[in-house]
């Protein structure tokens, strides 16, 4: 397995199930690349998202609590799985099928501090916090027994014939009949298959101190996202800028104000921390999943802002394609195929 994210880990677990031996080999830290950036909106239904990837992403959100509850139990660590579900704020947008759309007397009875001009509409979804998420998923893959090799980055395939036989890093090379490349915003980087795999940037904040809220938060330029030991994660920008990481000053005041425009007792709050994550975009805007052109060489990447919600799903179908067994759904459209 090529990294250590929230999608590399689950599939990692999901794969030592089925008795596998397995091997994890992270560039970095494990999970401290986008699924720590990650603002953990479980949104399985909308409107941006592309409609041929919503099934995936409703049955991925249905089998959540699930997937958490299994973590929690394997790891010993508690999950920050929130059921309170969303409120979405539109100024002309359409609202996603399964939205409510509520009145200003609910909308004040809902969420007190928030101010809101336009429409409104309560949706059913789940947000995690995906740091403690994935701290879970790293203790129930060792707890597993998977092995796991960090600041070591993979930078080619061996293979033999026209099939995988194993990786080679910077450091060292490993043998394996199997390889699954789930290095998210590296995917494309490994010889010599070089996948249309490109960096996205998002800038994030979180604020503690300030007021309680129960819901997430969606509007058009801004979102806020509660968690339960009182801290506010604010997002995100969306910036193609290659693998800078850095955070700009302008833009993160510009998503604070944004923030208080709706909540403005959040201007009693204080800025925690800020950060920028790389989301693994494909041109479709659609995940890579399946086999390559070289035997026994898988590829589950491409996930874009989706990775956290579509992580338990990727696990199932991508441990039936390893095991070879027929997957549940077709799954063409997201093949790496599909690029040549």
Request: with cysteine; aromatic share 4%.
């Amino acid at each position: 397995m090529i990294g250590a994210g929230i999608i590399g880990l689950s599939l990692a677990i999901s794969l030592r199930k089925q008795g596998l031996r397995v091997l994890v080999v992270e560039r970095g830290e494990p999970g401290r690349e986008a699924s720590f950036a990650a603002a953990g909106m479980l949104v399985g239904s909308g409107t941006e998202m592309p409609a041929i990837l919503r099934p995936l992403a409703e049955e991925s959100a249905r089998i959540y609590p699930e997937f958490a509850h299994e973590l929690e139990d394997e790891s010993g660590m508690k999950v920050d799985l929130r059921e309170q579900g969303t409120i979405q704020i539109s100024g002309g947008a359409k609202f996603p099928d399964s939205a409510e759309p509520i009145s200003r007397e609910r909308l004040q009875s809902l969420e007190p501090e928030l101010i809101v001009t336009s429409s409104a509409a309560y949706i059913g979804e789940r947000s995690v916090d995906p740091r403690t998420l994935t701290a879970a998923a790293l203790q129930a893959a060792r707890h597993r027994g998977v092995d796991i090799s960090s600041g070591s980055e993979v930078i080619a395939l061996l293979t033999s014939s026209d099939s995988v036989s194993g990786v080679q890093t910077d450091k060292a090379s490993y043998s394996a009949a199997i390889v699954v490349n789930c290095a998210g915003a590296w995917a494309g980087c490994i010889a010599p298959l070089r996948l249309p795999v490109r960096p996205m940037k998002g800038q994030m904040l979180a604020v503690v101190g300030g007021p309680s809220l129960r819901h997430v938060v969606r509007a058009e330029e801004v979102y806020l996202v509660p968690r339960s030991d009182g801290r506010i994660v604010i997002g995100s920008t969306l910036e193609d800028a290659g693998y800078n990481k850095q955070t700009d000053a302008s833009t993160i005041q510009r998503l604070l104000h944004a923030a208080q425009e709706l909540v403005p007792e959040l201007a009693k709050a204080k800025v925690h921390d800020d950060w920028a994550g790389l989301r693994p975009g494909t041109p479709d805007a659609l995940p890579i999943l399946g086999e390559t052109s070289v035997r026994r060489y898988f590829v589950a990447s491409g996930h874009y802002r989706d990775g956290i919600l579509l992580a338990p799903v990727t696990a199932q179908l991508m441990t039936d394609m390893v095991i070879r067994k027929p997957p549940s759904r077709d799954l063409t459209h997201f093949s790496p195929m599909r690029f040549g």
